[in-house]
């Protein structure tokens, strides 16, 4: 008589000092983590698509991103409308850079299904392992780096963005993704209405809280400004000052234009106000902790300032000595 199989135990326990830790793997240095979900959230218009294409574009491609070096993978990008726009964008990314798109690793979905749906989600990950193991055997190991999900409310497919449980189904979906390949996650969704809802994400807080890191992404008609309003377990990137280009692109022989970012001479947003009372505090002997309290921010991003008002002050006196 053949004994029944053991239980599978629901969780299993290991010993602290035989758990090896694992290091943040960068996609994108400083800013964008592998097997993390960091959130990237704006108003209508505020260029949050574009900023996630250039970051698609640069880890697929290996090109810097605003400044900033990347670590190439596979990209997939998951859109719930406009895909003539983006790859009309993305080919505007590609002129504007002289970066060719042939042959590149980026995959563009022909539309985005629910993922708060667990099936649903599961077929869209067997698509991706599908491309991904294809591209592992044929590609040189290739894998994943970069899944884009644009937008949280298309995702949801009409389900309640409000709702705590549907949202906290999403974001189990953006989890699953995540810990298929140890890449990052990035889903794109809107800010509020009110003026106290223009700094974080519409709906259940339970996206919020589901982050790892979170980008906000605003726009004063001329520049777009890009700053970190969420790091779990790294420092706080400096926040960045884009520009917008406008760039014609040829479509087989019809000619459209398109937006591409690119940074700026200009000081970050708030960071000339931030230099300036780091400055003040600290002629008056202020420790950096005690600015980082007094200032709320993290004690990296003073750092930042002291050192940039080091290397502002080494440029002055070079200029007066005529050097």
Same mark, same amino acid.
């Given at each position: 008589?053949?004994?029944?199989?053991?239980?599978?135990?629901?969780? %299993?326990?290991?010993?602290?000092?035989?758990?090896?830790?694992?290091?943040?793997?960068?996609?994108?240095?400083?800013?964008?983590?592998?097997?993390?979900?960091?959130? =990237?959230?704006?108003?209508?218009?505020?260029?949050?698509?574009?900023?996630?294409?250039? =970051?698609?574009?640069?880890?697929?491609?290996?090109?810097?991103?605003?400044?900033?070096?990347?670590?190439?993978?596979?990209?997939?990008?998951?859109?719930?409308?406009?895909?003539?726009?983006?790859?009309?964008?993305?080919?505007?990314?590609?002129?504007? *850079?002289?970066?060719?798109?042939?042959?590149?690793?980026?995959?563009? /979905?022909?539309? =985005?299904?629910?993922? *708060?749906? %667990? $099936?649903?989600?599961? +077929?869209?990950?067997?698509?991706?392992? %599908?491309?991904?193991?294809?591209?592992?055997?044929?590609?040189?190991?290739?894998?994943?780096?970069?899944?884009?999900?644009?937008?949280?409310?298309?995702? $949801?497919?009409?389900?309640?963005?409000?709702? /705590?449980?549907?949202?906290?189904? $999403?974001?189990?979906?953006?989890?699953?993704?995540?810990?298929?390949?140890?890449?990052?996650?990035?889903?794109? *969704?809107?800010?509020?209405?009110?003026? +106290?809802?223009?700094?974080?994400?519409?709906?259940?807080?339970?996206?919020?809280?589901?982050?790892?890191?979170?980008?906000?992404?605003?726009?004063?008609?001329?520049?777009?400004?890009?700053?970190?309003?969420?790091?779990?377990?790294?420092?706080?990137?400096?926040?960045?000052? $884009?520009?917008?280009?406008?760039? +014609?692109?040829?479509?087989?022989?019809?000619?459209?234009?398109?937006?591409?970012?690119?940074?700026?001479?200009?000081?970050?947003?708030?960071?000339?106000?931030?230099?300036?009372?780091?400055?003040?505090?600290?002629?008056?002997?202020?420790?950096?902790?005690?600015?980082?309290?007094?200032?709320?921010?993290?004690?990296?991003?003073?750092? *930042? /300032?002291?050192?940039? =008002?080091? %290397?502002?002050?080494?440029?002055?006196?070079?200029? /007066?000595?005529?050097?």
């Amino acid at each position: 008589m053949m004994s029944s199989p053991e239980p599978r135990p629901a969780i %299993r326990f290991d010993r602290i000092d035989q758990i090896k830790p694992t290091p943040l793997a960068p996609v994108v240095h400083d800013y964008i983590f592998g097997d993390t979900v960091t959130g =990237l959230i704006g108003a209508s218009g505020a260029c949050k698509s574009f900023v996630a294409g250039h =970051l698609a574009c640069s880890v697929g491609t290996n090109t810097p991103w605003f400044g900033q070096g990347v670590t190439q993978g596979a990209v997939f990008y998951l859109a719930g409308e406009g895909r003539s726009q983006i790859v009309r964008r993305f080919n505007g990314w590609a002129q504007y *850079h002289g970066v060719s798109l042939e042959g590149a690793p980026i995959f563009l /979905a022909d539309r =985005l299904p629910p993922l *708060h749906d %667990r $099936l649903t989600a599961a +077929e869209v990950i067997e698509t991706i392992k %599908r491309i991904a193991d294809e591209l592992f055997f044929n590609s040189g190991g290739i894998d994943p780096s970069l899944i884009v999900v644009d937008t949280v409310a298309r995702a $949801l497919a009409g389900a309640d963005e409000n709702s /705590a449980s549907d949202v906290g189904r $999403l974001v189990d979906a953006f989890d699953w993704l995540k810990s298929q390949w140890g890449c990052a996650v990035l889903p794109i *969704h809107h800010t509020g209405h009110s003026q +106290e809802a223009k700094t974080r994400g519409r709906g259940s807080s339970a996206l919020y809280a589901g982050l790892d890191g979170e980008f906000l992404v605003s726009s004063d008609g001329d520049t777009v400004q890009l700053r970190s309003m969420k790091e779990k377990d790294w420092p706080e990137p400096m926040a960045l000052c $884009l520009a917008r280009n406008v760039v +014609e692109v040829d479509l087989g022989g019809k000619v459209e234009t398109t937006l591409v970012l690119s940074l700026t001479d200009q000081p970050r947003p708030d960071e000339q106000w931030f230099r300036e009372r780091v400055s003040d505090l600290r002629r008056d002997g202020t420790p950096i902790r005690t600015i980082a309290e007094i200032l709320g921010a993290t004690k990296s991003k003073v750092e *930042h /300032a002291i050192r940039a =008002l080091a %290397r502002d002050a080494l440029r002055y006196e070079e200029a /007066a000595n005529g050097r």
